[in-house]
């Protein structure tokens, strides 16, 4: 292939995803936002959500800068510094445009469910979610060709992609732990305003609008830059294995063919969704299959007609197997009988509660780690090689325009759904969009299984590229170093869940303080007579994520640089395994123990075991809120914690 | 040295440390139970105890002799079979005679501090649990020292010390498994059984008595066993090390003597305990560092007088320091500004009494691994090596007659207050055994500390003597395999855990069903007219135990022999590393979390953010019940599954 041939791709490739944006955001635009009230509160949300991503931007800006700052002087070049940049501004535009349009379906979800039924509704959802999916995948393609148009001849391309790579990383860690500490501290603040008899969303709740602002920032902002770093990551790491092979341009330049072609798949998926009516349920996972198969079809198609290894082949579809199988492993543990053991032993209090929803999320662990391990095998063996690994990580997310647009749905529904309650919509709107949220929890595990499963592969293959550019054939942990190494790494996941959960608990205490100063000074707020200060919660919520998220970050970065400057190279090399290994482990813990937590109270109001405010409700109450960080503020920073190390290191030794 | 010399040391400090057991006896004898009700309870628990011991022994006892005759098939030897055998028999007397102590020191401390006072109480708890650490010293060094007299000149004395080294695991994982169970089962049930407005000390409460047959085996005998194997295991594996490095007779018994001079010291402490009087904290912790400076003295002093290099001196003296140091991190987590953290947070609920206990033990393993690291890489560059590493362990677990009685004194302080409650003595009286109690918990919380840091010591040395006899230099993570193996490994901890806290949840939800059972069918149990039946909720608690032990115990065996046969040696070495690292921070985790949410409801029934039956206790009971399974269940649990996996790995290659 010539490289002009691989712009052309990538061009059009991205070009379609820039028209089928377009395209969605024109349906959501169409359904006209007809009530005042409702129209009222979206726009809170949207002027929250934004306020906060201006300073958390100006933060992350910050500290990009100087980060940039040091890799110039390092490196006394600027085309690193330069990529690093370009990757920070495009994941924080990317997080942008998809949270405005988040902001935008969100209230019109809620509209359509009362003008023109279920199914409009759905769609607009979809097609909320839809704009950030498909700006992630055409973005983030793009960003990658431009580096790869200017600095594919350059002695030290590694470097600058490896530098793009940190962008991504930098920005997700903070994206994803501000995002998620504000969403939660909110929630949880919110959850626990209700045991004065206020409900979550009832708009008399102070912290009702940070809540559904916290939805948007954590789940599509977060969720957003999280996907958008592992896209990158595993594209990065398998050139950067296929460069040190000396491998040709058609197997170097594969990952971003496959990128182009999944792009070109998640397309034909969600036109699929758009003209095919159906179920949905049916509709979010058809979507998926469709656009997956349609990928495996291009790619089979593209590789026979290059006389590429079909080994190759093999690996793309172990990972797209492999998403797809931990999506569903997910959804057993969340939504199947071990979900309904945490409801059932809720009945004897809370204690039980919280001691089943752990054993459920340890035990969860076990088949996700099984498979991904056999799949990392299989794909090394009949695959490729270490190639072959980090090819099947990027096959698992070049359909992230539409796995990303399943998970981004998930929030507008549930934000919908809010609106619907605080505009005082009829109870039959509400209902259509609690049906819509209901689904997205199930959508948003398979998401979260997705993203850790990704993050796994991910890794694996930053760290392979790691130890290529390090020239290093063998991490050994026989010895003590390494050892220590691998320890030192293991810690890192346990303090920064700590450090989040801390976070959230600490904002959410502040919350139902001010809550209850609002309760107790503002007239006629009980009676809902006057309306509350929604934005002194926001503002607490938006001050304590944007103060707690720096430590974590700080300290994951400083991790590596002080293991490889105290004990070495291959220490480092340990530092990673363990990080990986650990930090799996507890973020699938916690995703899915959050996950089981959540659907148990959701079960047991739907009318079993009791039903709402019985006892057995009130400690499955208690299971969520603890559920509430570990789903959506520690468990999802992991996830980035071992790629952003991994990076750190990579760019340490190249 | 000549050997003759050797034995003549092992001899006579193992039969100080029978004189030792002797004294003691007669020491808690002396003290006459007075009181029929106090008797009647005492013998109750005894005689509950004893019938678990027995079925728990003859459940070991099959699964010994099964894996008896496959080492006698597999090795065409008797040596290595017996040694195995003897060691089982060994700790489980161990636990018996231990058992039998505590069993009747618990009624004569109660008796004690009616009659005597505080101080007479004091002894009387520490001498009970001076019997179950001179037994655990005492046995084990003759043990190892017979095999040593009949097997030393034989070729394969490597593996018949391996096989010694994995009866007391095995025994280790089922008793402390099997009771650890027991114990919160019977906890869990009777805490949860409190909401019915019967205290859990009350003796209306059916499950009353099971949970003090329970403080017996999890905490007395099921630690017993725990320590007794690390005890053993360091020993073995720093005696491999040396046989592998060709180390002179003086080196290779090194292990040995530096046993028997801390069973020495461990004497000198437990006299000066006795003769010196003090107030009971001061007590427990000079006892244990008048042992400790005893037996450093002694070790520089052998140590010159053979002209063995005193670089292991130094690894003997970095071993002493890290459990005192493990143990102090303990104790500022579960006792200083992180508990009363926890406590504060209960203010607002179960919910964030939850989210900070778990968000402190998180944090609470950073320091601990972090110096553990530490100590084992000076050990490594200034202790001598791998095998200073191994000397580490072995001095840290040398002076285990001290350590251990320190930690066995807590349960018997426990079950006398409980004894002083339900046989009606004086408020006064149950207020000194409080007192006494509480010191207990902090000792137990040091204990814990000693356990996973001789754990993680004993394990790296493990497996080391695993490496060198798999004559493999090299671990290398790199390979696929290799990393499969290592997060193969990190699951089981995961695994054992969810496994361990389900069977609590489950066997206390039968608990609580039949207490209410109780409560419903015998009439004038409520009013105190009638006793309950105490003997059908041991009979659950036996039962859960005995039965839900097993597959844990299984699966811990198989996982390494099923690694070794599908992935190789080097991934075994893998599955070894990926287990220690979790295995450790979430031992640490469960016991520090554990330890911060008893010890925070403790504080606050002292009164502290509105005292007992305050909203803020009813969320601390939450976070106590959740403690429960993690500090004496899990945790534990994770101590052994590591060793055992190690033992296992050694076993299959050697």
Partial sequence: MTSDCLYAIIACASGLGFLVILFLNLRIASVKVSDTKAAKIASAIRSGAMIFLREEYKIISTVALVIAGLLAYATQDLYVPAAFLLSCTISMFV????????????????????????????????????????????????????????SSELSHFVQIITAFGAGSSLVAFFARVGGGIYTKSADVGADLVGKLGIPEDDPRNPAVIADNVGDCVGDTAGMGADIFESYIGAMVSSMILAI??????????????????????????????????????????NATYVAMTAFLGYAYAYMSYMAIDLVYFVAVIIGCVSGVAIGMITEYYTGGKPMVDVARSSVSGAATNIIYGLSVGMESTVFPVLFLSGATLIAFNFGGGLFGVSIAAVGMLATVGITMTVDAYGPIADNAGGIAEMSGFDKSVRKIT????????????????FAIGSALMTSVALFNAFAQQAGIIAI???????????????????????LTMRSVGDAALKMVIEVRRQFKEIVGLAEGTTDPDYASCIAIATKAALHEMILPGVLSILAPIAVYYSLGIEALGGLLVGATVVGVLLALMMANGGGAWDNAKKYIESGELGGKCSEAHRAAIVGDTVGDPFKDTSGPALNILIKLMSVVALLLVS
Same sequence: chains 1, 2.
């Fill in 476 to 498: 050994n942990v026989i010895d003590p170093k390494v050892l220590a190494g691998v320890f030192v790494g293991g810690v890192m996941p346990f303090l920064v869940s700590a």
């Fill in 95 to 150: 997080g942008f445009v998809g949270m405005r349009a988040a902001t935008g379906a969100n209230v019109r979800t809620t509209i359509a469910a009362r003008d023109q039924g279920e199914s409009a509704a759905l769609l607009t959802a979809f097609f909320g979610g839809g704009v950030m999916g498909f700006a992630v995948a055409s973005f983030g393609l793009l960003g990658l060709g431009i580096v790869f148009y200017f």
């Fill in 434 to 449: 609690d049906g819509l949220d209901a689904l997205g929890n199930t959508t948003a595990a398979m998401g979260k299984g």
């Fill in 244 to 285: 040190s092979a000396n491998a040709d341009f058609n197997i170097v330049t594969l990952p971003l063919i496959l990128s182009a072609l999944g792009l070109v798949g998640s397309a034909v998926g969600i036109f699929f969704g758009y003209f095919v009516k159906q179920a949905p349920a049916a509709l979010l996972r």
